[in-house]
Each structure stands twice: as C-alpha cells, then as structure tokens.
C-alpha cells in the first residue's frame, strides 16, 4: 500500500507566469516514488507545448513576435534550457548521493526559468505588462553568491586545475558548468544589444 508524503521544498518552478508544480512522495515497498501535481495561479492549466500551425521555421517570443528558429533569442533560450536540463540531471545524482544543496540547484532551475522568460521579452516588441511580468529583482544573484561564498570556505585552497569527474553527480555538475558559460556567451550579447 503507498503512503503520501510532503517533503517541505515541494515547489517546482515551471513558468515564470504563475505555474508551479507541487511535488507528491508515494511511499512504496521499492522506496519513494515522486510525482508532480500542477499549481497554477487563478486554477489556469499549463500550456500545451505544440500549437498545431507548423512553425514553417519560425517561433514566436512572449511579446507574440515571430522570429526565425536561429535567431540569437532563440539560442539563447535553447542553452539555458539545457543548462537548466544538465542541472536537473545533476541534481538526481546529488539527490541519490544524498548531498545537501540539492534545494540550491533546485531554486538555481527555477531562476533560469525567470531568465527564460526575459530572454524571450525582446525589448523592441516588449510592452510595459510583458516588462512587468518578466521582471526579477536581484535577490537570486545576492543568493547564488552567499552560495558559492559558504561552498567555498569549505574548500582547501586550490593550487592545481580540476579535471572534471569525481563520481557521476561531480561529473554531471561539470557539465552544468560547461553549459552555463555556453549560455553566458549566448545570453550576454542580447543583454547587450536590448
């Protein structure tokens, strides 16, 4: 028989505008099962990922402007996608070693989730109530810093560069950090240009 449990970091960010997914623990006889319940503001229903027109290359931005799929936006939106992906893969092998900051690398996807969807506000078509909704204050960033700053006292001081490995949750932290300078390079000249 499955029990439910509810773990108190139950929140998973999903979009920016209002939907979140509580996360459920079945209590099973091969251990706890996960699975997500949606929560979205007013009771909406999440969007349907496909919109049955054919793109004929072509995506549209929260502003509702159709740009090619190659476009700087678009890439860029792609590469924090997979950055949040190589992050969600890392946190289930740091969940499965039982380390600590898996709440951290959890609150880090919903962040980028927030950055997704001001990637995808072009300024040039943007008006004020896409502004508004997309808009983030600078606590994530004062956060992740306290992060690296309590991590790193833990640290003996480094004297030789780190070869990526360590066991499958410090490999799999590599590449989320390998993806993330991709998706610094990818997002800063958008930052720059609007």
């Not at 999440?46 to 740009?67: A, L, Q, V, W």
């Not at 078509?125 to 700053?149: G, N």
């Amino acid at each position: 028989m499955a029990s439910t449990i509810t773990k108190p970091s139950n929140l998973r960010c999903i979009l920016r505008i209002g939907t979140c997914l509580t996360v459920n623990w079945t209590k099973t006889s091969f251990g706890l099962k996960r699975s997500y319940v949606s929560q979205t503001e007013g009771g909406g229903r999440i969007p349907k990922i496909y919109t049955k027109t054919g793109d004929k290359g072509f995506s549209s931005t929260f502003t509702g402007e159709r740009r090619p799929k190659e476009d700087h936006v678009f890439e860029a939106l792609g590469t924090t996608d997979e950055l949040s992906s190589a992050i969600g893969l890392a946190r289930e092998f740091c969940i499965d070693k039982g380390h600590t900051f898996t709440d951290q690398l959890d609150k880090i996807q919903c962040v980028l989730q927030d950055v997704g969807s001001n990637i995808a506000t072009p300024r040039s078509s943007a008006r004020e109530s896409h502004i508004k909704k997309t808009k983030f204050s600078p606590q994530p960033v004062a956060d992740l810093e306290s992060w690296i700053d309590a991590f790193t006292e833990e640290l003996p001081p480094l004297t030789n560069f780190i070869l990526p490995s360590g066991g499958k949750s410090s490999a799999a932290l590599h590449i989320a950090r390998t993806v993330c300078r991709r998706a610094e390079r990818s997002v800063s000249p958008i930052v720059r240009s609007d």
